[in-house]
């Protein structure tokens, strides 16, 4: 198949919409697939690269976020679609918005995939109302979704979501998958040695590292935990300030594949304090190595799907009861060695193959549903 992927940028890998879509553009390739991807950024190919559009205000909020607008250019469309069997959107801004356009009028099979959280959207502007979050899912669908026939979805949570503000498209669950190179590596630790505590992340309100922070100072084992914050964002200031009341003060850094790996080996627990994910693919890279996570029990997070038991859950935004988890495994090595090994073999259900062979076959399903003329929504 020759497959259109849409998405405003293609450069910032510590976005995760954009390096879900850099990982499903090589796999894809790599099973004998003709994979374009058009969007801004020096990643793309040439021919296929839109200009960046700058807004007065929006353009600096959105940099500080790790993300670009596209600017839309039909000309630009309308060579990427020559001769597509299917373009697929990955986000529902102006610039898709645009492209999808012009995909319809070429009668171009098109497919599109749920990524951006309206209550993202609501935290970065300090928002966080649920009101705005139902009114932005229903915006989003009014203006984009009800598009397509065919939704792709990383999580059932998000599925669900979805279908309760009344999108009425085929909902694909496809996991956006883990890199077969994060597997369990076994790395010898001293004895007396610091507790090393992991968290990947953009530093944003959302992601709740400041809650991390907090259950450190206040567990028993304060002294023998170093604290490494995986990320970029906007928050970094703020929570390199909070950290310093530690012991030892967190590190902080925007890591590399290879490197990445390396440090999630060196490390004995993963915490993810993320109040909203839409699937959380930092939080399985982390486990799919080994490390056993504590997750935040959060109604907006599809997150929880992955704790195997009430030992890898605590009360969401609750520092308190993070600390008494981060110790319980301090003080359980044994039980923490056993669920490694489980959450490994969890890891293993999630691979990025598997999920590639999905959406695959979710193409195969937008494109023959066009021919037969269902396409076309009522």
């Given at each position: 198949?020759?497959?259109?992927?849409?998405?405003?940028?293609?450069?910032?890998?510590?976005?995760?919409?954009?390096?879900?879509?850099?990982?499903?553009?090589?796999?894809?390739?790599?099973?004998?697939?003709?994979?374009?991807?058009?969007?801004?950024?020096?990643?793309?190919?040439?021919?296929?690269?839109?200009?960046?559009?700058?807004?007065?205000?929006?353009?600096?909020?959105?940099?500080?976020?790790?993300?670009?607008?596209?600017?839309?250019?039909?000309?630009?469309?309308?060579?990427?679609?020559?001769?597509?069997d299917v373009a697929h959107f990955l986000l529902p801004l102006w610039f898709e918005?645009?492209?999808?356009?012009?995909?319809?009028?070429?009668?171009?099979?098109?497919?599109?995939?749920?990524?951006?959280?309206?209550?993202?959207?609501?935290?970065?502007?300090?928002?966080?109302?649920?009101?705005?979050?139902?009114?932005?899912?229903?915006?989003?669908?009014?203006?984009?979704?009800?598009?397509?026939?065919?939704?792709?979805?990383?999580?059932?949570?998000?599925?669900?979501?979805?279908?309760?503000?009344?999108?009425?498209?085929?909902?694909?669950?496809?996991?956006?998958?883990?890199?077969?190179?994060?597997?369990?590596?076994?790395?010898?630790?001293?004895?007396?040695?610091?507790?090393?505590?992991?968290?990947?992340?953009?530093?944003?309100?959302?992601?709740?590292?400041?809650?991390?922070?907090?259950?450190?100072?206040?567990?028993?084992?304060?002294?023998?935990?170093?604290?490494?914050?995986?990320?970029?964002?906007?928050?970094?200031?703020?929570?390199?300030?909070?950290?310093?009341?530690?012991?030892?003060?967190?590190?902080?850094?925007?890591?590399?594949?290879?490197?990445?790996?390396?440090?999630?080996?060196?490390?004995?627990?993963?915490?993810?304090?993320?109040?909203?994910?839409?699937?959380?693919?930092?939080?399985?890279?982390?486990?799919?190595?080994?490390?056993?996570?504590?997750?935040?029990?959060?109604?907006?997070?599809?997150?929880?799907?992955?704790?195997?038991?009430?030992?890898?859950?605590?009360?969401?935004?609750?520092?308190?009861?993070?600390?008494?988890?981060?110790?319980?495994?301090?003080?359980?090595?044994?039980?923490?060695?056993?669920?490694?090994?489980?959450?490994?073999?969890?890891?293993?259900?999630?691979?990025?193959?598997?999920?590639?062979?999905?959406?695959?076959?979710?193409f195969e399903q937008v494109i023959a549903?066009?021919?037969?003329?269902?396409?076309?929504?009522?």
């Amino acid at each position: 198949m020759k497959i259109i992927l849409v998405i405003d940028v293609y450069d910032e890998l510590n976005n995760g919409t954009c390096m879900t879509t850099h990982r499903f553009a090589q796999m894809l390739r790599k099973r004998g697939h003709e994979v374009h991807v058009l969007a801004t950024g020096r990643l793309c190919e040439p021919e296929y690269r839109a200009e960046e559009q700058y807004y007065i205000v929006a353009t600096s909020f959105a940099h500080k976020q790790g993300f670009s607008f596209a600017k839309a250019d039909e000309e630009l469309f309308r060579r990427a679609f020559a001769g597509a069997d299917v373009a697929h959107f990955l986000l529902p801004l102006w610039f898709e918005h645009k492209a999808l356009k012009v995909a319809q009028e070429m009668n171009i099979p098109v497919s599109a995939a749920f990524h951006l959280q309206p209550d993202n959207v609501t935290y970065a502007i300090h928002m966080p109302w649920d009101f705005l979050s139902v009114g932005i899912y229903k915006f989003f669908n009014r203006v984009f979704y009800k598009n397509f026939k065919h939704i792709h979805c990383p999580s059932r949570f998000i599925a669900g979501q979805l279908e309760k503000n009344g999108y009425q498209a085929k909902m694909h669950v496809i996991s956006n998958g883990v890199d077969d190179a994060f597997a369990p590596k076994e790395v010898p630790h001293e004895e007396g040695e610091l507790f090393h505590i992991l968290m990947v992340g953009r530093l944003a309100p959302e992601k709740r590292q400041r809650v991390l922070i907090d259950a450190v100072k206040k567990s028993k084992y304060a002294g023998r935990i170093q604290l490494h914050l995986a990320g970029q964002g906007p928050c970094r200031e703020a929570l390199e300030k909070r950290g310093k009341k530690l012991p030892h003060p967190p590190t902080f850094g925007f890591y590399e594949k290879d490197e990445l790996i390396k440090l999630i080996h060196s490390c004995d627990l993963y915490v993810h304090a993320s109040y909203i994910e839409i699937e959380a693919i930092s939080c399985m890279e982390a486990f799919a190595c080994g490390l056993v996570p504590v997750i935040c029990n959060s109604p907006k997070s599809a997150t929880v799907q992955f704790a195997l038991d009430d030992r890898s859950l605590f009360k969401a935004d609750d520092s308190s009861d993070l600390a008494k988890k981060i110790d319980y495994w301090i003080e359980h090595p044994a039980e923490r060695r056993e669920m490694s090994r489980r959450y490994a073999e969890q890891g293993n259900r999630f691979r990025v193959s598997e999920s590639v062979r999905a959406a695959e076959a979710m193409f195969e399903q937008v494109i023959a549903d066009f021919q037969k003329g269902s396409h076309v929504r009522q």
